[in-house]
């Protein structure tokens, strides 16, 4: 039963810096919608949706990190078979035996001392949509067999004498240069071609920096709530860094960096590091002060280092800092 506050006692009220509790935290999770803010992402919905509503196999190409799987499961939510599997297979993952099993599985008996009949991903994607990651990765020996499925809408099963049907939907991506691939002979012309139909490549971040202030927000919502820390105010300098910075591991770099100023608490590592103090990363180096971090920073460097890696070292230094401090504190006996 809850208790009356008394009379004139002044409500009380959660800072609100204060970290939400996980109940709190998974109540005010919102939706984002990595399609709305940035013309090119615009242009690659309208070519989803456009590609959704046939059967046709679609390839989603570009770089590490740019959000190749995001746009998988914008078209399979806006394909006619929403409501059935989106099975997701990393080609990069598992070594070709492996892998064969994976996506064709196997009959009772087919290896020795395996009593039990596996279904692979076609069979569960059935009526849903298969999701080939990396497809670049697949050996040759398989590319055959996914082309054979692909033309025929059939697969066997390993050890297995019937055929199966495979009613499911096909997406792939690749990091790759598929063309070079063919050329090296360590891609199937045929099944190139027939990928290469339908090409969605997705935009690298650098080419959608209007989406880099609302990531931001994003990412600093969602690591708030899953660490329960306090949200930190993005400095103005680091957030000119942000829009000026190449971003060579696109989204997922950025992400990375967000999360680790959550959960270090400060940005202050960031802006030093990326505004002089090392004068190799920039064209023409300044040192950074308390005083003048809010001014225009340089432009990057083309050899600048990714923030992963400055991160990284930031994170290094600052343990060997508080190491120090305890050894000293402790006379340097390490005991």
């Known amino acids: 039963m809850n208790r009356a506050r008394p009379s004139g006692e002044p409500a009380r009220f959660k800072p609100i810096d204060e970290p939400l ?22 242009a690659l919905k309208r070519a989803i949706v456009r590609a959704a509503s046939t059967n046709a196999t679609v390839l989603f190409t570009g770089e590490r990190g740019v959000g190749k799987e995001l746009a998988a499961k914008a078209l399979h939510r806006e394909s006619p078979r929403p ?13 070709a035996d492996l892998l064969d099993e994976e996506l064709f599985g196997h009959e009772r008996g087919a290896f020795p001392d395996d009593h039990r009949r596996k279904p692979g991903k ?8 298969l999701f080939l990651d990396e497809i670049t990765e697949m050996p040759l020996a ?12 059939e697969f066997s099963w390993i050890d297995n004498r019937h055929e199966a049907r495979a009613d499911g939907r096909v997406i792939a991506s ?3 240069d598929l063309a070079q691939l063919v050329d090296k002979g360590l891609f199937r012309k045929d099944l190139h071609d027939r990928l290469n139909a339908v090409m969605l490549p997705v935009p690298p971040l650098r080419e959608r920096r209007e989406e880099i202030p ?26 000119e860094l942000f829009r000026v910075y190449p971003w060579p591991g696109n989204v997922r770099e950025l992400e990375s960096t967000v999360k680790r100023i959550v959960v270090l608490g400060t940005q202050d590592w960031l802006v030093q590091k990326l505004r002089g103090l090392h004068t190799p990363m ?28 400055i991160g990284r070292a930031a994170a290094l230094q600052a343990e060997r800092g508080v190491l120090k401090q305890v050894l000293d504190r402790v006379r340097w006996n390490r005991r």
């Open 142 to 153: 398989l590319q055959v067999k996914l082309l054979l499925v692909l033309q025929a809408r």
């Open 282 to 309: 920039w064209s023409s180096p300044q040192r950074a002060t308390t005083a003048d971090r809010s001014q225009t920073v340089p432009a990057l460097a083309d050899d600048a280092p990714s923030l992963t890696a």
């Open 174 to 176: 690749t990091n790759r």
């Open 122 to 129: 076609f069979q569960l994607a059935n009526r849903g949509t």
């Open 21 to 42: 509790s996980l109940e709190k935290a998974r109540a005010s999770s919102h939706t984002y919608d990595p399609f709305a803010h940035s013309a090119a992402m615009r």
């Open 83 to 95: 409501h059935h599997a989106l099975i997701k297979v990393s080609c990069a993952g598992l070594p």
């Open 214 to 239: 609302v990531l931001v927000k994003h990412f600093l919502d969602r690591y708030t709530r899953q660490y329960l820390r306090p949200r930190p105010a993005i400095l103005p300098a680091t957030m």
